[in-house]
């Protein structure tokens, strides 16, 4: 069994992580950037090491300094957390190579995940259900119009190395195409310094639907059932739910052996997330894989009663998954709300500052993931999210009335946050029947549901 993880990361996450290894008697560092010295997660490892200023690319983002701390403190293994680090082949392969396990799948299958014209290949090739679409990566807009006649239009135009959104973009018909080629890929060179697109049927209105899956070393893999993240915006989750609201129970199954399938198909270990769309008739396609533990992580645990970054850590010690697929039996509905320190009326724009009042809520089936305390504060250089409240309940209806209890026993002073938006969330029609998809945000907060 590993005996000291560092963790490279902050926020409710390093907490998170921090609690599992404690839980399991092994030791922990921390690692943190100047304007983190206060932090939760800092006060709560065994150790802490100051890896830089706290911008994230001197900090958090330095695969030098972070090995540094971990030779200093003679750490053995890593857990990266998600964003940051968690999704770098370059920085899993670096543990490796300097003797430290890391806590995650392979640097190759990492790198090979993470190039999302390659990972659809693998997919067809698997046998798994795609969205229709260019099977080749295409680098100039001539290759791509060809095969864009060849699929017929509406189009989704996507980079290869983006993810989430970004270098994405969708063409009518054929007269925007060269156009929006060009912008999507002129996007992917200047974030991802990757000219390689790939074209999907862009589907109207469909809803995310992601399987948790948790694979170890020994080819063994089970699903931990699926969320529905639809209600996301500008590609930020904020509500996750599960189970999916509108599946029946024949696309259920047959998405979760989709998503095992497609984890046997790349020899998948440890922690991962297969991302489907799926259409109005229930038909789901592939679209990416996530090689990390993800933020909605949380509601897989309430609903399985288990600790999926306690059976990292195992999987990454060499043992077996701890259950087979027939002894996971989920229980309930779970909901998360992730409460971010933001101005809605503002265009939701950050809002960093001391928090001077803290109050999450409890109760039975109420989890908060946070790393905030009274007196501590939001910086401005990471993220806004403060905490994710996860109700866990029987049924749907009440998994949705103990958010809205728990929501309105929340108080976060000193800046604005999402609170009110996520509660008249769990108020609107629409949402309550389950009948929201992706374009759900928009409308609502445009005041028409
Ligand atoms: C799509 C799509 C429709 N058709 N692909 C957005 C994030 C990125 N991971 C993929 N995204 C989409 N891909 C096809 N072929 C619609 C979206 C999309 C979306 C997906 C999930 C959640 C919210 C979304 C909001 C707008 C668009």
Redesign the pocket.
């Known amino acids: 069994m590993l005996k000291k993880i560092l963790i490279a990361n902050r926020g409710e996450i390093a907490v998170r992580v921090i609690r599992a290894a404690k839980s399991m008697g092994i030791k922990t560092v921390a690692v943190y950037s100047e304007a983190d010295k206060n932090s939760l997660h800092v006060q709560l490892a065994d150790q802490a090491v100051c890896i830089g200023p706290a911008p994230s690319l001197q900090s958090y983002l330095r695969i030098d300094a972070i090995l540094e701390a971990a030779r200093e403190t003679g750490a053995d293994s890593v857990h990266p957390g998600y964003g940051f680090l968690s999704e770098s082949s370059t920085f899993a392969q670096a543990c490796k190579d300097n003797g430290l396990v890391f806590i995650g799948p392979s640097p190759e299958l990492i790198e090979s995940m993470g190039n999302k014209s390659q990972a659809r290949k693998t997919m067809i090739e698997a046998g798994v259900p795609v969205?229709p679409?260019s099977k080749e990566p295409m680098h100039n807009a001539q290759d791509a119009l060809k095969a864009a006649r060849e699929m017929g239009w509406p189009i989704?135009i996507?980079a290869s190395g983006g993810?989430?959104?970004k270098g994405?973009r969708v063409s009518l018909d054929e007269s925007d195409f060269e156009e929006q080629f060009n912008i999507a890929q002129h996007e992917s060179v200047s974030f991802f310094d990757n000219d390689t697109m790939y074209l999907?049927?862009?589907?109207f209105n469909?809803r995310?639907v992601e399987v948790q899956i948790m694979a170890d070393s020994f080819g063994n893999v089970v699903s931990l059932g699926e969320r529905d993240?639809?209600i996301?915006r500008n590609?930020q989750k904020m509500v996750e739910e599960s189970p999916c609201p509108f599946l029946s129970e024949e696309k259920r199954e047959a998405i979760a052996r989709t998503a095992v399938t497609a984890a046997k198909a790349v020899g998948y270990e440890s922690a991962g997330t297969i991302?489907f769309?799926v259409d109005d008739a229930e038909n789901f396609y592939f679209?990416?894989m996530n090689t990390r533990i993800q933020v909605e992580h949380s509601v897989a645990e309430m609903r399985f009663n288990i600790d999926l970054v306690r059976e990292m850590i195992r999987v990454a010690s060499g043992l077996e998954l701890s259950w087979k697929q027939e002894d996971l039996k989920p229980v309930g509905h779970a909901i998360e709300c992730r409460i971010n320190a933001e101005r809605p009326a503002r265009n939701f724009m950050p809002s960093p500052g001391p928090v001077t009042a803290l109050n999450f809520p409890g109760g039975n089936g109420v989890r908060i993931d946070s790393a905030m305390y009274a007196g501590g504060a939001i910086s401005s250089y990471y993220d806004s999210m403060v905490a994710k409240i996860i109700t866990h309940a029987p049924t749907r209806e009440e998994a949705i009335e103990k958010m809205k209890c728990a929501l309105e026993e929340t108080v976060i002073g000193g800046v604005y946050t999402n609170l009110d938006i996520q509660y008249a969330i769990m108020c609107n029609e629409v949402f309550r029947n389950g009948e929201a998809t992706?374009?759900f945000i928009e409308h609502f907060l445009a005041g028409e549901l």
Not at 200 to 203: D, I, K, T, V
């Open positions: 969205v679409g989704m996507k993810g989430g959104g994405m999907e049927r862009a589907l469909p995310h993240c639809s996301q590609h991302e769309l679209m990416e992706t374009s």
